[in-house]
């Protein structure tokens, strides 16, 4: 068995299971974000209760932090209601951040335990050897009576990453890169496991960047057999106990992906696709209005400090704008520490209150018709940043930042 | 639910994503009749208006990629859509869908057999499609037969309170 089969077995009370089976699962960790009010709406019509676990659900308020409207606030204020009633012992309010950042950041997600959230981008704890999975509000709703959730035993595609990158070629490149070739469809309903000597010795924020794109080929979930990297760092904050689980010699993948990024150049997804990357060289010159840094994809200390580097010193012209959003209230604490923020704010930036700011279209950067966006966000979909006639391209925070210092999307290797 | 569908088409491209089919401004409504007066709004901001309830979907790859947002299945199924066709679904959104009741079948291809105002008449239990004017038949992938059974029971929302009223019903007696 796999490493992901043998967490589903061990949850699901069986000893084997395979591809294709329907498992009733245990879920060890829930959360709910700002936009899922229908998670309580569902889980009262459903005839809910009480939770059935407290330890194990919380609310993160990251979507609407802090909120910008009377509705926004409106969810917030039942949620909190509803995680008092329920006497959660994890509450996540609007000084915290994105929920994939925060999570980890307290310990809550573990290597061998199964992870749900009401947000697609849950596929981000495969960095930690945990099987997280995305799910809608009314299946958290069944998770919040029962604990338990029905899954399809995935079907397991390895992609093997070898080599080692040039000098401000970043994770995201190479995920993007992985994501022009499979296509967003490429792992519709099956498992990722990303293996091979790059992610071997990668740190965690760089495991987190490529498992949370995981689900932009439609993956259920990732996988990344844990390293040092993150041992240390569960060790240091685990909440639970937890068990790392290791693949059998003998497993075999559906399919097997190869790719040595030791040549790789900066990537580029070009209007209005996930998978529509190209290298940036192939990119035309393309003036930007907005540049953006954060979200649960570029939004952590590495992205923040490469951004700072390439524009420590420089002033961005008055007519371009940087907004730069930490992912988590401890990522705004190490940038200000490190002096990151300060040189930020000297170049020109805008530095907004941690959470998913306009990745989603909700505030804090909204774009207007016509206006180019680089982004180091997840998605470039037709509207996703406001204006159905915007355009997003997504990048590395080193692009993003390398971007906004010309003016027009430039090759972060020659800043 | 329905195992026999009539409907006329409507016809979407591949990747139509959760964001097009229910923009992220408006995430904060609650109300499943305000929310669908939004649907397929970054498709098209017509298409909720003109909108016949019975109207089946048949769209290409990976249909409901990206967000989990389940006001993408709300609105659909409040707008009335009886039927999504499609060469792919993303994941999540499939899940969402079956949860609230709405019917979804993979046919690959279809959409570049029809034309708009082509009507189907769908047997989900038997996985054929037919057009309802040539007669000409095209076979489907078998649903599977659990999630079939959420379906025939209207969605995971009627399970889940019959499982809670019998543990209750149990515990007193």
Redesign the interface.
């Known amino acids: 068995m796999h490493a992901i089969e043998k967490i589903l077995a061990k949850a699901s009370g069986r000893t084997f299971v395979k591809a294709g089976e329907?498992i009733s699962a245990k879920v060890d960790f829930a959360e709910i974000n700002d936009?899922?009010?229908?998670t309580i709406?569902?889980f009262d019509?459903?005839?809910?209760e009480m939770v059935w676990d407290r330890n194990r659900l919380t609310f993160v308020f990251d979507?609407?932090a802090p909120a910008p409207?009377i509705?926004?606030a409106a969810?917030h204020q039942e949620m909190r209601d509803f995680a008092k009633v329920n006497h959660l012992t994890h509450h996540f309010d609007i000084n915290e951040g994105v929920c994939h950042q925060v999570m980890p950041e307290h310990g809550v997600i573990c290597p061998g335990t199964i992870v749900v959230a009401?947000?697609?981008h849950t596929t981000t704890h495969g960095a930690f050897g945990a099987f997280g999975t995305?799910?809608?509000?009314?299946?958290m709703?069944?998770v919040m009576?029962t604990g338990e959730l029905?899954f399809r035993v995935p079907e397991i595609i390895e992609i093997r990453i070898e080599g080692t990158p040039p000098k401000n070629v970043l994770p995201k490149d190479v995920v993007l890169s992985i994501l022009g070739k499979l296509k967003?469809?490429g792992a519709?309903?099956k498992a990722i496991e990303f293996s091979g000597s790059y992610i071997k010795q990668l740190d965690v924020p760089g495991r987190m960047v490529i498992c949370n794109m995981a689900v932009e080929m439609?993956a259920?979930t990732a996988y990344m057999q844990p390293n040092d990297a993150v041992l240390k760092y569960v060790g240091e904050r685990a909440q639970f106990p937890f068990e790392v689980h290791y693949s059998d010699e003998d497993f075999a993948f559906s399919e097997t992906h190869h790719f040595d990024i030791t040549h790789l150049s900066p990537q580029i997804a070009m209007p209005h696709?996930v998978d529509n990357v190209v290298a940036i060289e192939a990119v035309p010159q393309i003036k930007v209005n907005q540049g953006f840094i954060g979200t649960c994809t570029g939004g952590r200390v590495e992205d923040i400090a490469i951004a700072a580097k390439i524009l420590k010193g420089h002033k961005l012209d008055r007519y371009v704008r940087l907004v730069v959003i930490p992912a988590s209230k401890e990522v705004l604490q190490t940038c200000m520490k490190l002096g990151y923020i300060q040189d930020l704010i000297d170049a020109g930036a805008t530095i907004s209150t941690p959470g998913c700011g306009p990745c989603?279209?909700?505030h804090e950067g909204i774009l207007a018709p016509g206006e180019v966006c680089i982004t180091a966000s997840n998605?470039n979909?037709?509207?996703?940043m406001?204006s159905?006639a915007a355009e997003i391209y997504l990048a590395s925070p080193a692009t993003v930042a390398a971007s906004v210092k010309n003016g027009y999307i430039s090759d972060p290797r020659q800043v | 639910m329905k195992t026999q569908i009539e409907g006329a088409v409507i016809i979407l491209k591949d990747n139509i994503d959760t964001d097009q089919i229910y923009p992220g401004r408006y995430l904060e409504l609650v109300n499943p009749e305000e929310i669908k007066t939004h649907c397929l709004e970054g498709v098209s901001p017509e298409i909720a208006k003109h909108f016949i309830p019975g109207d089946i979907i048949v769209a290409g790859r990976n249909f409901g990629c990206g967000s989990s947002r389940e006001h993408a299945p709300i609105a659909l199924k409040h707008l009335g859509v009886s039927l999504i066709i499609a060469d792919s679904f993303a994941r999540i959104f499939y899940r969402n869908a079956l949860n609230l009741g709405l019917p979804l079948i993979i046919c690959k291809g279809l959409s570049e057999k029809l034309k708009a105002g082509d009507s189907l008449s769908v047997d989900l239990t038997q996985s054929v499609i037919k057009i309802a004017a040539t007669g000409e038949t095209f076979d489907c992938e078998h649903i599977g037969e659990h999630a079939l059974s959420i379906l025939e029971a209207g969605g995971i929302k009627p399970l889940m309170k019959k499982r809670f009223q019998k543990k209750e019903g149990n515990e007193r007696s």
């Open positions: 329907i936009l899922y009010l229908q709406k569902s019509e459903m005839g809910g979507h609407y409207t509705k926004s969810i009401t947000d697609s995305g799910i809608g509000a009314t299946d709703a069944t009576m029905w967003a469809d519709v309903y439609g259920k696709s989603l279209g909700a998605r979909f037709p509207g996703r406001g159905v």
